[in-house]
């Protein structure tokens, strides 16, 4: 079974867990996207034929799944069809208002509902990955209870409940990827059967994503008789790919350092750190 990747990602976020942490901590240890992202991807990685993965950055409040899944669409008509898998990473649920009653959705579900029922009308199956406490009510509910998908594309898995366990490492890790991933080839055949495998409807949106955003530089204050636009070059460069010298970042490997596509697609160690490279990552935003 050939299949092709997807990664989505909130943007903004400032969430902790009932370990006093931020999930979005940098250190020693992998935090919970990081160590989702790893597992995911070296699980998928053999049965992508490039083992290019785009990552895909959408808002994070009020929160909607809906932008992420109409670009992962978009990506799946511009291959021609081919099937992919789209996994969101969030620390949490569809944006439901305290005024919206009981039987109703909010304009974040109603939009969302209808992306994955959209979705269901092309080779896509969608995996949400719950990090962080939650609360994943409703997100349980979406799981089982979405009307009229031509199958059954959607599936939800808390991370931080399989990696909370009394388990090793490698065993946690072996349960949260076959939850993950356990329905995708029921759904590849479904989507076989429904004859969506190479079809190009021509009706998705046209996604344009937004170019990475700029690394925050910490500029001094310099004196007005000395005006200078060092700091304005330096950030340009920081985006240039460090090999080429000419294409934007647009491609992150597993060590954390980037290159443009073109570049990064032919390496097989990072120019960087010179870390074996054992997973690329494709950037979007939007």
């Given at each position: 079974?050939?299949?092709?990747?997807?990664?989505?990602?909130?943007?903004?976020?400032?969430?902790?867990?009932?370990?006093?942490?931020?999930?979005?901590?940098?250190?020693?240890?992998?935090?919970?996207?990081?160590?989702?992202?790893?597992?995911?991807?070296?699980?998928?990685?053999?049965?992508?034929?490039?083992?290019?993965?785009?990552?895909?950055?959408?808002?994070?409040?009020?929160?909607?799944?809906?932008?992420?899944?109409?670009?992962?669409?978009?990506?799946?008509?511009?291959?021609?069809?081919?099937?992919?898998?789209?996994?969101?990473?969030?620390?949490?649920?569809?944006?439901?208002?305290?005024?919206?009653g009981d039987g109703?959705?909010?304009?974040?579900?109603?939009?969302?509902?209808?992306?994955?029922?959209?979705?269901?009308?092309?080779?896509?199956?969608?995996?949400?990955?719950?990090?962080?406490?939650?609360?994943?009510?409703?997100?349980?509910k979406f799981d089982?209870?979405?009307?009229?998908?031509?199958?059954?594309?959607?599936?939800?898995?808390?991370?931080?409940?399989?990696?909370?366990?009394?388990?090793?490492?490698?065993?946690?890790?072996?349960?949260?990827?076959?939850?993950?991933?356990?329905?995708?080839?029921?759904?590849?055949?479904?989507?076989?059967?429904?004859?969506?495998?190479?079809?190009?409807?021509?009706?998705?949106?046209?996604?344009?994503?937004?170019?990475?955003?700029?690394?925050?530089?910490?500029?001094?204050?310099?004196?007005?008789?000395?005006?200078?636009?060092?700091?304005?070059?330096?950030?340009?460069?920081?985006?240039?790919?460090?090999?080429?010298?000419?294409?934007?970042?647009d491609m992150a490997?597993?060590?954390?350092?980037?290159?443009?596509?073109?570049?990064?697609?032919?390496?097989?160690?990072?120019?960087?750190?010179?870390?074996?490279?054992?997973?690329?990552?494709?950037?979007?935003?939007?």
């Amino acid at each position: 079974m050939a299949l092709k990747s997807m990664i989505g990602l909130p943007l903004i976020s400032n969430r902790h867990c009932l370990v006093i942490m931020s999930l979005h901590d940098i250190g020693d240890t992998p935090n919970p996207y990081e160590a989702a992202i790893s597992i995911i991807g070296k699980t998928l990685a053999p049965f992508d034929e490039d083992n290019l993965i785009p990552c895909l950055g959408f808002g994070d409040w009020p929160t909607s799944y809906a932008p992420v899944v109409e670009a992962a669409i978009d990506i799946v008509e511009r291959s021609g069809g081919q099937y992919h898998v789209l996994v969101i990473i969030a620390d949490g649920q569809v944006t439901r208002s305290v005024n919206t009653g009981d039987g109703e959705l909010s304009p974040q579900e109603e939009r969302t509902i209808n992306s994955i029922v959209n979705a269901s009308f092309y080779p896509l199956s969608i995996v949400l990955v719950g990090v962080g406490d939650g609360p994943w009510v409703d997100m349980k509910k979406f799981d089982d209870t979405i009307p009229a998908c031509e199958f059954d594309n959607f599936q939800f898995v808390n991370f931080t409940a399989i990696m909370s366990k009394e388990a090793t490492s490698s065993d946690k890790e072996t349960a949260f990827a076959l939850a993950a991933l356990m329905e995708i080839p029921i759904q590849y055949k479904a989507a076989f059967e429904l004859g969506l495998l190479g079809c190009v409807t021509g009706k998705a949106r046209k996604i344009v994503p937004r170019p990475p955003p700029v690394p925050y530089t910490h500029r001094s204050v310099l004196p007005s008789h000395r005006p200078s636009n060092l700091s304005t070059r330096t950030d340009e460069q920081s985006q240039v790919c460090p090999i080429c010298l000419t294409n934007g970042k647009d491609m992150a490997f597993g060590c954390g350092h980037m290159t443009c596509k073109e570049c990064g697609s032919r390496l097989s160690n990072c120019p960087i750190c010179r870390q074996q490279i054992s997973s690329r990552l494709r950037v979007y935003t939007g």
